[in-house]
């Protein structure tokens, strides 16, 4: 079995850019940030970001275009995808690694509520009770393990 999954959450880098394919499919594009943070052997606070380029197709990359922006916070579950081309100018072979997206889930906006309360970015009649990006809904009724079909 092969498994290729990421979730990522960030803030998003840039505003995104909305296209269209020729076929009149809409793509978006955009980077997220994450930031890692440890204590290094002498005890002292130490902090890294990488960045994560995204693309979204469909209504979702249209939405994602439309309601977020640069500083947005954001949760990303795709798969990764590396793509190659050659460069015109040079002729060298060039690679980008990206994450194409299967969801987005817009999280508190930079100015909004902190983590765990109710996002405040206006994509619809329901985006106000959407949960914030990595918020956990548990469903309300007892799970039979005898019914998981794994």
Partial sequence: MYLNKVIIVGNIVRDPELKALPAGIKVCTMSIATNRYWKDKDGAKQEAVDYHNIVIFGRQAETTAQYMKKGSNVMVEGRLQTRSWDDKTSGEKKYRTEIIADRVQFGSSSRGPASGAKS???????????????????????????????
């Avoid at 405040?120 to 079909?149: C, H, L, R, W």
């Fill in 120 to 150: 405040d970015v206006p994509s619809g009649d329901s985006a106000k009770d959407m949960p914030v990006a990595g918020a956990i809904e548990y469903p309300e009724e007892e799970i039979n393990p005898d019914d998981i079909p794994f």
